[in-house]
């Protein structure tokens, strides 16, 4: 992530003081937090994560992989038929799954019409043979496919509206689905146990995309069944960046 922290590092030398005394950023700030905002988004280590985690439902069906608008870098795969290492995510997911994995998979988004998408989503419904689908903004347009059972959610996003609205069209009822399985893809700008070597503003960049991943990590490990596991995910982040968590010192004062 030193793409990341370069731009953050020039956010730094971007603020101004408004008339209500308080920093924000100027144009130029604005600009960047967009670029680093995009980094989060299609940081390629996503992609060696779900060929590790998807691999285990290679044989399964309905399944749902959520891709944002991005480009990634895919260090893994063989472009010398192409002069560009930039590609959309959801190629690079679609080829991973399709020709690495070995799984019958179709894209879901705008550049295919109605009837192809009416075609996918009756197909996926049956999970007779395509097996998984790969999207871009689906869960954000009110697209209702209840059978999915297991969503990868790569399209990262600090908006609360937005995610508990993907979670909750995931976990949408649908006939012989007891749960759905949730895989949500976490970015953050270093390994944990590279933290303790930085400088006190080093440290700080990070913090605006560190609370904000702990506050997703939180809201979905909130109601899931596997809370242990978010629990120690957030401790390990809390721990590594110094960050007191407010409900505990709260539950302290009681």
């Known amino acids: 992530m030193e793409k990341y922290e370069q731009k953050s590092y020039e956010m730094s030398k971007c603020l101004i003081k408004g008339k ?12 960047l937090a967009m670029e680093r905002a ?18 285990p439902y290679a044989q399964d069906n309905n399944i749902l992989v959520y891709c944002g608008a991005t480009n990634v870098i895919d260090e893994k795969a063989d ?4 002069d560009e290492e930039d590609v959309r995510q959801i190629e690079a997911v679609t080829r ?3 020709n690495e994995v070995g799984m019958e998979v179709a ?18 419904q049956k999970g007779d043979r395509l097996q998984a689908i790969v999207a871009i903004k689906c869960l954000d347009e009110g697209v209702n496919i209840p059978g999915i059972r297991t969503a990868f959610i790569l399209a990262s996003t600090t908006n609360p509206k937005e995610y508990i609205q993907r979670r909750g069209r995931v976990l949408r009822k649908a006939e012989n689905k007891p749960f759905a399985e949730i895989y949500d893809f976490v970015t953050l700008p270093r390994e944990l146990d590279s933290v303790s070597g930085l400088t006190t503003e080093q440290a700080q960049r990070d913090l605006s995309l560190v609370k904000n991943e702990l506050a997703r990590i939180k809201e979905f490990g909130r109601l899931s069944m596997n809370s242990m ?18 409900e505990s010192v709260e539950k302290a004062g009681q």
């Open 20 to 31: 209500d005394g308080k920093y924000k950023l100027n144009k130029r700030g604005e600009i």
């Open 38 to 55: 995009r980094i989060v988004a299609g940081a390629s280590q996503k992609l060696e994560t779900l060929r590790e985690y998807i691999a």
């Open 79 to 82: 472009y010398s038929s192409t």
């Open 96 to 98: 991973i799954l399709g």
């Open 107 to 124: 894209k879901f988004t705008s550049e295919e019409n109605m009837e192809t998408r009416a075609t996918i989503k009756e197909q996926f």
């Open 229 to 246: 596991e978010a629990n120690d995910l957030i401790w390990d982040i809390q721990e590594a960046y110094h960050i007191i968590d407010d």
